[in-house]
């Protein structure tokens, strides 16, 4: 088997992963509540199968460059390259999309606890502030 071929087939291994990766990433904005280090994980996961498909696509061109061929296992292997990167690219438009309506819930959650919230304990010079308590008691925190 030629090296090009054997970075194909590397290539549709790391998409594979990339998948399951990108399938859990979904569950997880999907989820009720997000596990922030679940998240965190799977995109540092997501982020190094990335890294690794780039190195790979760079073989790729180097191997094809250095002996252009034209034949059908190599047609074939790209075909399957090709649908499968469209079809993670779909996953990540719509996991996009739910990451956007966590953080769209989290932003509306936070307006209704914003005027609830305690006064500054500390000024912008990060000094403790005077918080005056009717009368004229005042109070340093």
Known sequence: MSRL???MDQMTVVLNSLKE????????????????????RITEDKSSLLATL???EQ??????NAQPANS????QRWQTITQKTQHLRDINQH???????QLT????ALAVLKPHQEPNLY??????????RGGNKKITI
């Open 5 to 7: 071929l054997e970075v």
């Open 21 to 40: 990766v990108m399938d859990a990433e979904q569950q997880q904005l999907s989820a009720g509540h997000v596990n922030g280090s679940a998240l965190q």
């Open 105 to 108: 819930r989290n932003e509306e």
């Open 95 to 101: 996991n996009g999309w739910l990451l956007e309506d």
């Open 59 to 64: 073989l790729r061109r180097a191997e094809q």
């Open 123 to 132: 000024g912008a010079d990060g000094q403790a502030t005077t918080v005056s």
């Open 72 to 75: 059908a296992d190599i047609s």
């Open 54 to 56: 780039d190195y790979l």
